[in-house]
């Protein structure tokens, strides 16, 4: 048995290749998982980086405004020092499917945000954020990470979505006058009626044909 170390990555080649190429891979998945909560100075401090995917399904807040839940956000961040400011910065990126204020119906919405955030203890070094900063505020050693992607996208989400196209398309009027026994009033199938049509043309039109 031949052991190889490297990277703190422990492989037992006396297996075959496959079983080699599996390893690698789910040690790259556990690598990748993003954790549920953070320490955002100490990540600054060690110029940490965060990449990988939360399910938009952990996104609790974002509940009245999603027709589903289905879906990741990509998250990709970086924690450092310049002087004395403690940042964050990256983006976020997802396809979400939201619920249309009009129809009620889903509406693509893809999302590609940059972070800028400015990791601060108090109101005071809030203050003091330099212009293209927004305040992270850490009130505890470790928080949700969740927490601040969900943040991120409440400020950029419409409040209220809407497809772009007239998503609300009348729909026909009637085919058949309700026991007329007879076909003499088809005409009003697919008409629809505008605001500014004079509500007396329709009976007219029935005075028309006798059924008044």
């Excluded at 703190?8 to 909560?37: K, Q, W």
């Amino acid at each position: 048995m031949q052991v190889v170390r490297g990277d703190n990555l422990f492989i037992n080649t006396s297996h075959g290749f496959d079983e080699f190429v599996v390893s690698i891979y789910h040690c790259a998945v556990m690598l990748a998982r993003l954790p549920e909560y953070i320490d955002p100075l100490h990540l600054a401090d060690k110029r940490g980086e965060l990449k990988g995917q939360i399910p938009v399904s952990s996104l609790d807040r974002l509940a009245d405004v999603l027709f589903n839940d289905t879906g990741a956000v990509t998250v990709d961040l970086f924690f450092g020092r310049e002087g004395r400011l403690a940042k964050v910065e990256g983006q976020i990126e997802a396809a979400l499917e939201l619920k249309c204020q009009n129809c009620l119906q889903a509406v693509q919405w893809p999302v590609k945000n940059t972070i800028k955030l400015g990791i601060v203890t108090s109101i005071d070094q809030a203050d003091r954020l330099p212009e293209d900063y927004e305040p992270l505020l850490v009130d505890e050693e470790k928080i949700l990470l969740k927490n601040i992607i969900e943040d991120e996208l409440l400020l950029i989400l419409p409040a209220f979505p809407k497809h772009q196209h007239n998503c609300l398309a009348h729909k026909p009027v009637l085919s058949k006058v309700e026991g007329s026994g007879n076909n003499k009033v088809d005409f009003l199938l697919n008409e629809q009626q505008s605001p500014t049509k004079n509500p007396f043309s329709i009976l007219a039109k029935l005075k028309n044909t006798g059924d008044l």
